[in-house]
T-cell receptor
């Protein structure tokens, strides 16, 4: 089935550890996005990618790293997790206009102890 | 950068009643406006969008929103809500520069 798959759905880790959140889309959309959702803030853009090997920072990129070696995959890595990065993370994709996500994954709920 | 304010964090309403979810934006340039809906434990789904042309846009499930440039608003309305409309609704603004900004969300609760 076409769509966006995020893994894992839930993750608990400790401060200082590295953690990678995976995102895979089958739409062949050129644009992919990572957002974090926190109560009272709505969604905030972390990083986005316009195509394979092209990535750029969003509103809140500090502490995160992304890569996009293939069009369909867009992993997000927290190199040294901090408690402030406890959040729900959403991956999204879009094809027709820059900055406009059309389809979202179901999210990864990340808790950092 | 552009910004969005959703004026109500929670809106309780009875089934079959009308509802309006308010959204105001600020931007120094032309914008595109969006409403997304989020059901529990799911990602956001695009409900409707204004890009250009007619200022009144509609979704397939009975919602509509009107772009009002003079009032910088993009309120979402439905004349008669159903229990299944219970969800979180997000207004968003973009100026086509990869910088979409979301509001904090409005939780719509439809009661029987």
């Amino acid at each position: 089935d076409a769509g966006i798959t995020q893994s894992p759905r839930y993750k608990i880790t400790e401060t200082g550890r590295q953690v990678t959140l995976m995102c895979h889309q089958t739409w062949s959309h050129s644009y992919m996005f990572w957002y974090r959702q926190d109560l009272g803030h709505g969604l905030r853009l972390i990083y986005y990618s316009a195509a394979a090997d092209i990535t750029d920072k969003g509103e809140v990129p500090d502490g995160y790293v992304v890569s996009r070696s293939k069009t369909e995959n867009f992993p997000l890595t927290l190199e040294s997790a901090t408690r402030s990065q406890t959040s729900v993370y959403f991956c999204a994709s879009g094809g027709d206009r820059a900055g406009q996500p059309q389809h979202f994954g179901d999210g990864t709920r990340l808790s950092i102890l | 950068a552009q910004s969005v304010t959703q004026l109500d964090s929670q809106v309780p309403v009875f089934e079959e009643a009308p509802v309006e979810l308010r959204c105001n934006y600020s931007s120094s340039v032309s914008v595109y406006l969006f409403w997304y809906v989020q059901y529990p434990n799911q990602g956001l789904q695009l409900l409707l969008k204004y890009l250009s042309g007619s200022t009144l846009v509609e979704s397939i499930n009975g919602f509509e929103a009107e772009f009002n440039k003079s009032q910088t608003s993009f309120h979402l309305r439905k004349p008669s809500v159903h229990i299944s409309d219970t969800a979180e609704y997000f207004c968003a603004v973009s100026n086509n520069n990869n910088d979409m900004r979301f509001g904090a969300g409005t939780r719509l609760t439809v009661k029987p």
